[in-house]
């Protein structure tokens, strides 16, 4: 299995412009996540879906959509990147079912940097 | 809403030492997971250990354990016998025991060095 994996890596925005973080995961979890990491911070909830055609708002969602059409794909859309959307945006996913816990696993994060 | 605290942005200890790392957090749910992140150099987001709240006993996972007084609100990580490899940023999160809401709530962060 690979995991969860991201695209890109890194990534340079102008400020204005639109692009899509991808990710996907090959271990059929039906929760998925995004996360964004600020520079020294922790990690802060941007939006999550808890199945395909579902999707929830975090902690941070402005700025950002969503959409879950498929269980594996978990695409992260920027319309009209600015500055302050220079983060690490990371990826998770984990297999839940009713109130049990069960792990997140993380993708490596994209790095992105709106100029 | 919940909110998790480190208060020590940074600390550093010599190789084969025990380091402790400081958590509190506040929420006013009953059941819940507490958990230790570490993310190295490298960004990758590592679990270190958990700990179920109605659970009194504290989780341990080889050279890592915790202390966890739930009254007190307070997460402890202890490092026993420090590597050089321990060396990252380590991560306090919750996460609340209901049902359907398996979200992630991070503190700020520890910067952990291990010197040789």
């Known amino acids: 299995n690979a995991g969860v994996t991201q695209t890109p890596k890194f990534r340079i925005l102008k400020i204005g412009q639109s692009m899509t973080l991808q990710c996907a995961q090959d271990?059929?979890?039906?929760?998925m996540y995004w996360y964004r990491q600020d520079p020294g911070m922790g990690l802060k909830l941007i939006y999550y879906s808890v199945g395909a055609g579902i999707t929830d708002k975090g902690e941070v969602p402005n700025g950002y959509n969503v959409s879950r059409s498929t269980t594996e794909d978990f695409p992260l859309r920027l319309e009209l990147a600015a500055p302050s959307q220079t983060s690490v945006y990371f990826c998770?996913?984990?297999?839940?079912?009713?109130?049990?816990?069960?792990?997140?696993?993380f993708g490596p994060g994209t790095r992105l940097t709106v100029l | 809403a919940q909110t998790v605290t480190q208060s020590q942005p940074e600390m550093s200890v010599q190789e084969a030492e025990t380091v402790t790392l400081s958590c509190t957090y506040d929420?006013?749910?009953?059941?819940?997971?507490l958990f230790w992140y570490k993310q190295p150099p490298s960004r990758q987001m590592i679990l270190v250990i958990r700990q179920e709240a109605y659970k009194q006993q504290n989780a341990t996972e080889n050279r890592f354990s915790v202390n966890f007084q739930k009254a007190a609100k307070s997460f402890s990580l202890k490092i026993s016998d420090s590597q050089l490899g321990d060396t990252a940023m380590y991560f306090c999160?919750?996460?609340?025991?209901?049902?359907?809401?398996?979200?992630?709530?991070f503190g700020q962060g520890t910067r952990l060095t291990i010197n040789p």
């Open positions: 929420t006013s749910e009953n059941n819940y997971y």
């Open positions: 999160a919750f996460m609340t025991a209901l049902q359907g809401a398996q979200k992630l709530v």
């Open positions: 271990m059929n979890h039906n929760y």
């Open positions: 998770a996913s984990s297999y839940s079912w009713g109130s049990s816990y069960n792990e997140q696993f």
